[in-house]
C-alpha cells in the first residue's frame, strides 16, 4: 500500500506565496511522474505541474512563472513553490504519483488534498 501525505495549505493574501509538500510512503519500487492538480468549486480537477523521474516539467499556462515544482527523489517527496497567488488560485490542490509498487505494480495515488485560498 501507497500513501500521499500532502502539507503546506492555508489562506494567504493576494500577492504571497505558499509551499506545498507531499510525502509519498508504503510499498514503494519506484515513483515515475509525480503532479499536483487542484479543483475549485464548481470545476473539475485540473491539472496545475508535472515532474518526470528525471526532473523534466510541465505547468498548465495559468501558473506559468509563478509556480515552482521540485521533487527529491531519495525522500519520495514532491514540493509546489506557489508565488504571486491570486484569488482564482483558491482551490483544494491534489498530490498524484504514478507509483511502482514492490508487490502490486502500477499504482496512480491520489493524497488526500489540501486547502488553499487566496483571499484579503
Known amino acids: 500500500q501507497v500513501q500521499l501525505v500532502e502539507s503546506g495549505g492555508g489562506l494567504v493574501q493576494p500577492g504571497g506565496s505558499l509551499r506545498l509538500s507531499c510525502a509519498a510512503s508504503?510499498?514503494?519500487?519506484?515513483?515515475?511522474?509525480m503532479g499536483w492538480y487542484r479543483q475549485a468549486p464548481g470545476n473539475q480537477r485540473e491539472l496545475v505541474a508535472g515532474i518526470t523521474n528525471g526532473g523534466s516539467t510541465n505547468y498548465a499556462d495559468s501558473v506559468k512563472g509563478r509556480f515552482t515544482i521540485s521533487r527529491d527523489n531519495a525522500k519520495n517527496t514532491v514540493h509546489l513553490q506557489m508565488n504571486s497567488l491570486k484569488p482564482e488560485d483558491t482551490a483544494v490542490y491534489y498530490c498524484?504519483?504514478?507509483?511502482?509498487?514492490?508487490?502490486?505494480?502500477?499504482?496512480?495515488?491520489w493524497g488526500q488534498g489540501t486547502l488553499v485560498t487566496v483571499s484579503s
Open positions: 498524484n504519483a504514478q507509483v511502482i509498487t514492490v508487490r502490486a505494480g502500477y499504482l496512480q495515488v
Open positions: 508504503g510499498s514503494i519500487f519506484s515513483i515515475n511522474a
